[in-house]
């Protein structure tokens, strides 16, 4: 196996041309840096004004970004808000659904009592009950609200003497 000498003596002819045009090359980048700096001397003025005004206009950003978070009281967005009133709606005689109302004025729409509970926390179903209760307090319900009052009673007040307890 024959073996190739990569290496190139430093007096060598490839060597001196080589460093002869790097030379020459680094003396006309630098005159024409010059040239150049001469000319766009009021830009690099006004480039840096530009620049120092951004920073300063970045920097009472961060102040008022500062400011403001420990000035403003943060509220998750998962905050579930307290249920105010809810309704009942017939569309036919066999076809209706609940509307409940929250504090912040959404609304949401439920056919079922047991799908209100899959999307409902504890404190959701104690707010409907507690409405609920005061609203019938004083009248009786009828139709799709008094399937509504004794679902909720059956959670809320469970008793021995009924069915759904005894097994």
């Known amino acids: 196996m024959k073996r190739v000498n990569s290496f190139v003596p430093m ?97 949401k729409y439920y056919k079922i009592f047991s799908a209100m509970l899959d999307d409902f926390e504890k404190q959701d179903a104690l707010d409907l009950y507690r409405l609920v209760k005061e609203r019938f307090e004083t009248a009786s319900p009828k139709g799709y609200d008094r399937l509504l009052w004794v679902d909720l009673i059956t959670l809320f007040e469970p008793s021995e003497e009924d069915e759904i307890w005894k097994a």
């Open 11 to 107: 007096d060598s002819e490839v060597v001196e041309s080589s460093g002869k045009k790097t030379a020459s090359s680094r003396k006309e980048t630098v005159s024409k840096k010059r040239a150049g700096e001469e000319l766009d001397e009021e830009s690099v003025k006004r480039q840096k004004l530009e620049d120092d005004a951004e920073k300063a206009e970045l920097q009472l950003y961060l102040e008022t970004v500062l400011r403001d978070d420990e000035a403003v009281n943060v509220e998750s967005l998962s905050t579930k808000y307290p249920i105010v009133d809810w309704k009942t709606h017939i569309l036919a005689e066999d076809k209706m659904y609940y509307q409940i109302i929250r504090a912040d004025g959404s609304e």
